[in-house]
C-alpha cells in the first residue's frame, strides 16, 4: 500500500508488526478476533469504542488494505500524529530494528541546539556505534584505523530518524538481523556466521556493552577519583573512542543521555526491553583525561627476540637504522621493527639478512597503533643459519661470528639493497 502525506508507510504493513508497536507505545488493546481483528484505544483514553481503532489481522481478506489504510489515517490524525512520525512509522517502514537515542539538553529554548553542537552530537552518534562495532572484534584501547572498514559496514546498515519535540535527540535504527561481512571481498564468503559474517543484533549489543562499561568508569571516577575503572573497563568495550563519543555528548548539556530500545518483535531474554545510561556535564573533562591515558602507548619494557631480518631501511645519512624483524619462536609477538643503537649493530643486521642467518636482538618494546616498536635496542648475537633456529637447534657458538670485522660488514652491507624503500614512521607516527 502507498499513503500519501508525510511519514507515509510505503509497501505493505504487517498486522503483526503494527499491533506489537502500538502497544509499545501505550495503546490499549480492549478486544478482538482472534486472526481476524485487534480494537484499540489511544494512550489516556477510556475504554469507549467510539474512540477505538481497529487494525485488520487477515493479509487476505478483501477489505485488508482498506481497513489498515483506514486505521493508520486514524494514527496518525492529532493528536496521535507526533507519536506515529516519531515512534511508530519510522519502525513500521523497516525491519526488524534496535532503537538508539542520543539526547542532548542545552540552555537554548526547547528543540533547538547550537550548530556546532548539533554536529558533534551527531559525530558522537557516529563514534559510538563504530566504537562499539569494533570492539566486538577486538578490545583495544585505541583503535585508530583498525577495523574501520568492518565498523563502516555495519554503520552502512543503519538508519537515521528524526528528533523528538521539546529535546535535540539523534535517533539511529540499527536492524537486528542484517548480515555484516568481517571482510571487505565477500566474493569468495560462504556467509557462515561469526566467520564470514555478523548478525548486526551483535554488534549493537556491543555497542551497548561498550556504552554501559564507560558508564560504568566514570561513576567509579565519581566516587574514588581513579582512572582504574577506564584501564580495567577497556577489557568490557571501554576505548579512546568511545570516551571521545560520550565527552561530544555531555559538553556544555543540562541533561543528556543515551537510551537503547530493543526491538519488541526480536526479543531476547537476556536484554531489558530499553536501557538508559546518563550523562553530565561535568563528566566531560573526566571523559578527555581518560581518553588521554587510553590513547597513550603502554610503558615500554624490555625484550629479547630472537628472529629473521625481512626489513632494512635508513631513514637518516648515518643514523643507525631500523630492522624489521619476523619472530622464529613462538611468542607474544609475530613481527616487530627495531630501531637500533648504533650503526655498527645496523650493519651486522644487514649481514645476517643477506645471508639468511638469525639473529637475537634486544631493546624497550612499546606498541605504537597496529605496530610493535623495540627502541634502544642492542644486537645481542649472530645465531646462525635460519633453519636450525625453527629446527629448535643451534650449530656452533652461541656467537658466531665475534670476531667479524665491522668495515667488512659495512662495506658489504652498501651494497646491498634495501628491502623497503619506504621509511618506517619516526616514533610517535603510525603506519595505516
Same mark, same amino acid.
Given at each position: 500500500?502507498?499513503?500519501?502525506?508525510?511519514?507515509?508507510?510505503? !509497501? +505493505? =504493513?504487517?498486522?503483526?508488526?503494527?499491533?506489537?508497536?502500538?502497544?509499545?507505545?501505550?495503546?490499549?488493546?480492549? !478486544?478482538?478476533?482472534?486472526?481476524?481483528?485487534?480494537?484499540? #484505544?489511544?494512550?489516556?483514553?477510556?475504554?469507549?469504542?467510539?474512540?477505538?481503532?481497529?487494525?485488520?489481522?487477515?493479509?487476505?481478506?478483501?477489505?485488508?488494505?482498506?481497513?489498515?489504510?483506514?486505521?493508520?489515517?486514524? &494514527?496518525?490524525?492529532?493528536?496521535?500524529?507526533?507519536?506515529?512520525?516519531?515512534?511508530?512509522?519510522?519502525?513500521?517502514?523497516?525491519?526488524?530494528?534496535?532503537?538508539?537515542?542520543?539526547?542532548?539538553?542545552?540552555?537554548?529554548?526547547?528543540?533547538?541546539?547550537?550548530?556546532?553542537?548539533? @554536529?558533534?552530537?551527531?559525530?558522537?552518534?557516529?563514534?559510538?556505534?563504530?566504537?562499539? *562495532?569494533?570492539?566486538?572484534?577486538?578490545?583495544?584501547?585505541?583503535?585508530? /584505523?583498525?577495523?574501520?572498514?568492518? *565498523?563502516?559496514?555495519?554503520?552502512?546498515?543503519?538508519?537515521?530518524?528524526?528528533?523528538?519535540?521539546?529535546?535535540?535527540?539523534?535517533?539511529?535504527?540499527?536492524?537486528?538481523?542484517?548480515?555484516?561481512?568481517?571482510?571487505?571481498? %565477500?566474493?569468495?564468503?560462504?556467509?557462515?556466521?561469526? #566467520?564470514?559474517?555478523?548478525?548486526?543484533?551483535?554488534?549493537?549489543?556491543?555497542?551497548?556493552? %561498550?556504552?554501559?562499561?564507560?558508564?560504568? *568508569?566514570?561513576?567509579?571516577?565519581? %566516587?574514588?577519583?581513579?582512572?582504574?575503572?577506564?584501564?580495567?573497563?577497556?577489557?568490557?568495550?571501554?576505548?579512546?573512542?568511545?570516551?571521545?563519543?560520550?565527552?561530544?555528548?555531555?559538553?556544555?548539556?543540562?541533561?543528556?543521555?543515551?537510551?537503547?530500545?530493543?526491538?519488541?518483535?526480536?526479543?531476547?531474554? /537476556?536484554?531489558?526491553?530499553?536501557?538508559?545510561?546518563?550523562? $553530565?556535564?561535568?563528566?566531560?573533562?573526566?571523559?578527555?583525561?581518560?581518553?588521554?591515558?587510553?590513547?597513550?602507548?603502554?610503558?615500554?619494557?624490555?625484550?629479547?627476540?630472537?628472529?629473521?631480518?625481512?626489513?632494512?631501511?635508513?631513514?637518516?645519512?648515518?643514523?643507525?637504522?631500523?630492522?624489521? #624483524?619476523?619472530?622464529?619462536?613462538?611468542?607474544?609477538?609475530?613481527?616487530?621493527?627495531?630501531?637500533? @643503537?648504533?650503526?655498527?649493530?645496523?650493519?651486522? *643486521?644487514?649481514?645476517?639478512?643477506?645471508?639468511?642467518?638469525?639473529?637475537?636482538?634486544?631493546?624497550?618494546? %612499546? $606498541?605504537?597503533?597496529? &605496530?610493535?616498536? =623495540?627502541?634502544?635496542?642492542?644486537?645481542?648475537? #649472530?645465531?646462525?643459519?635460519?633453519?636450525?633456529?625453527?629446527?629448535?637447534?643451534?650449530?656452533?657458538?652461541?656467537?658466531?661470528?665475534?670476531?667479524?670485522? &665491522?668495515?667488512?660488514?659495512?662495506?658489504?652491507?652498501?651494497?646491498?639493497?634495501?628491502?623497503?624503500?619506504?621509511?618506517? +614512521?619516526? $616514533?610517535? @607516527?603510525?603506519?595505516?
Amino acid at each position: 500500500m502507498n499513503n500519501s502525506g508525510d511519514s507515509s508507510v510505503q !509497501g +505493505p =504493513v504487517d498486522p503483526i508488526r503494527l499491533t506489537v508497536l502500538l502497544e509499545d507505545v501505550g495503546w490499549r488493546l480492549v !478486544g478482538g478476533r482472534r486472526g481476524s481483528y485487534n480494537r484499540f #484505544i489511544p494512550p489516556g483514553e477510556e475504554d469507549d469504542r467510539s474512540s477505538s481503532i481497529l487494525v485488520p489481522l487477515d493479509v487476505e481478506a478483501p477489505d485488508f488494505t482498506d481497513l489498515i489504510t483506514a486505521a493508520i489515517v486514524e &494514527i496518525r490524525s492529532s493528536p496521535y500524529r507526533e507519536q506515529w512520525d516519531r515512534l511508530i512509522a519510522p519502525r513500521l517502514m523497516v525491519d526488524a530494528v534496535d532503537q538508539f537515542q542520543f539526547r542532548k539538553e542545552t540552555r537554548l529554548p526547547s528543540g533547538l541546539i547550537s550548530w556546532t553542537g548539533g @554536529e558533534n552530537l551527531i559525530e558522537a552518534a557516529r563514534l559510538s556505534l563504530l566504537a562499539g *562495532a569494533k570492539s566486538y572484534m577486538e578490545r583495544m584501547s585505541y583503535y585508530g /584505523n583498525k577495523l574501520g572498514s568492518f *565498523a563502516k559496514r555495519y554503520l552502512d546498515s543503519v538508519l537515521m530518524g528524526q528528533t523528538s519535540p521539546g529535546s535535540y535527540v539523534v535517533t539511529a535504527f540499527a536492524p537486528v538481523a542484517e548480515r555484516v561481512p568481517i571482510r571487505a571481498s %565477500s566474493s569468495n564468503t560462504l556467509g557462515f556466521e561469526g #566467520i564470514d559474517v555478523v548478525q548486526s543484533r551483535k554488534l549493537n549489543i556491543a555497542v551497548v556493552n %561498550s556504552l554501559e562499561a564507560t558508564v560504568e *568508569a566514570i561513576t567509579h571516577y565519581r %566516587s574514588t577519583a581513579s582512572y582504574s575503572g577506564f584501564d580495567v573497563g577497556v577489557e568490557r568495550g571501554v576505548s579512546y573512542e568511545m570516551t571521545v563519543a560520550l565527552a561530544r555528548i555531555s559538553d556544555s548539556a543540562e541533561e543528556a543521555d543515551i537510551s537503547i530500545e530493543w526491538d519488541p518483535l526480536s526479543p531476547d531474554p /537476556n536484554l531489558p526491553a530499553t536501557q538508559r545510561f546518563e550523562l $553530565r556535564s561535568s563528566d566531560t573533562e573526566i571523559l578527555y583525561k581518560a581518553a588521554t591515558r587510553l590513547v597513550a602507548p603502554p610503558p615500554a619494557r624490555r625484550v629479547t627476540v630472537v628472529g629473521r631480518v625481512h626489513l632494512l631501511t635508513k631513514k637518516h645519512v648515518g643514523g643507525a637504522g631500523v630492522v624489521g #624483524i619476523e619472530a622464529l619462536k613462538p611468542g607474544e609477538y609475530k613481527k616487530l621493527r627495531v630501531r637500533m @643503537e648504533s650503526a655498527e649493530d645496523y650493519h651486522r *643486521a644487514v649481514h645476517a639478512h643477506d645471508n639468511d642467518l638469525a639473529i637475537s636482538v634486544s631493546g624497550n618494546l %612499546s $606498541r605504537e597503533g597496529n &605496530i610493535n616498536w =623495540v627502541y634502544d635496542a642492542r644486537l645481542d648475537e #649472530i645465531i646462525g643459519p635460519i633453519e636450525s633456529v625453527t629446527r629448535g637447534s643451534r650449530s656452533g657458538p652461541t656467537q658466531l661470528y665475534p670476531d667479524l670485522d &665491522i668495515d667488512t660488514i659495512r662495506r658489504a652491507s652498501d651494497t646491498s639493497a634495501d628491502e623497503v624503500n619506504n621509511s618506517p +614512521p619516526d $616514533r610517535g @607516527e603510525i603506519d595505516p
